[in-house]
């Protein structure tokens, strides 16, 4: 089936430490996303892919790193510089990088606590 | 100050009544808004879009209103099931530079038997 699939599903992360959130997606699209959601709060934008190769800071980059190697992965690393990491993390994509016009596909999100 | 509203308390209803859920935002001009529904500790799922010239989009159960000079999108749910009881999220796609969109926080409904 086509769809967008996160690993893990829950990860832990000790003070420090860097981790990587894995995401693929089979619907050929060519542009990804990640977005953090914390509760009572909207889903935030870390970084945005519209092409291979290519990749773009969101509203909240800072203490993140991405890359875009394949079109089909776009892996996303919470590094020791994110101090409040604890949160569900969620990958997209689209078919264009034009968000809106273009319904997102969302995977099953990824939880990452800090112990 | 950019904002988009959703109510924060949850919405509880009967089941087969409508549920009218309400999005509020200030000092955007957003050329889309869409609607997705997100079940507890899954990713969302697109429901419906609707565009800045548009009043209303349904589909199926469901139906949108986009009402731009008041600033607010209603989404409602006709004849109601339990099934329905998940949170609505709503996006707004901004115009201008990367099209992204900005989500709000959900509202939470819950459809009693």
């Known amino acids: 089936d086509g769809g967008i699939t996160q690993s893990p599903k829950y990860l832990f992360r000790k003070e420090g430490q860097n981790v990587t959130l894995s995401c693929e997606q089979n619907l050929n699209h060519d542009a990804m996303y990640w977005y953090r959601q914390d509760p009572g709060q909207g889903l935030r934008l870390i970084y945005y892919?519209?092409?291979?190769?290519?990749?773009q800071k969101g509203d909240i980059a800072e203490g993140y790193s991405v890359s875009r190697e394949k079109k089909e992965s776009f892996p996303l690393t919470v590094t020791s510089a994110q101090k409040n990491p604890t949160a569900f993390y969620l990958c997209a994509s689209s078919i264009g990088g034009s968000a809106g016009g273009n319904t997102i596909y969302f995977g099953e999100g990824s939880w990452l606590t800090v112990v | 100050s950019q904002k988009i509203e959703q109510n924060s308390e949850a919405l509880n209803i009967q089941e087969g009544k409508t549920a009218t859920l309400t999005c509020n935002y200030t000092n955007y001009s957003p050329a889309y808004l869409q609607w997705y529904r997100q079940d507890p500790g899954r990713g969302p799922v697109f429901l419906l879009l609707i565009r800045e010239n548009e009043k209303e989009k349904r589909k199926e159960r469901l139906k949108v209103t986009f009402d731009t000079t008041l600033k607010q999108s209603l989404f409602h749910i006709t004849a109601s099931q339990p099934a329905d009881s998940a949170t609505y999220l709503c996006?707004?796609?901004?115009?201008?530079?990367?099209?992204?969109?900005?989500f709000g926080a959900g509202t939470r409904l819950a459809v009693h038997p």
């Open positions: 892919s519209q092409i291979v190769n290519d990749f």
């Open positions: 996006a707004l796609r901004v115009s201008g530079g990367y099209n992204k969109l900005i």
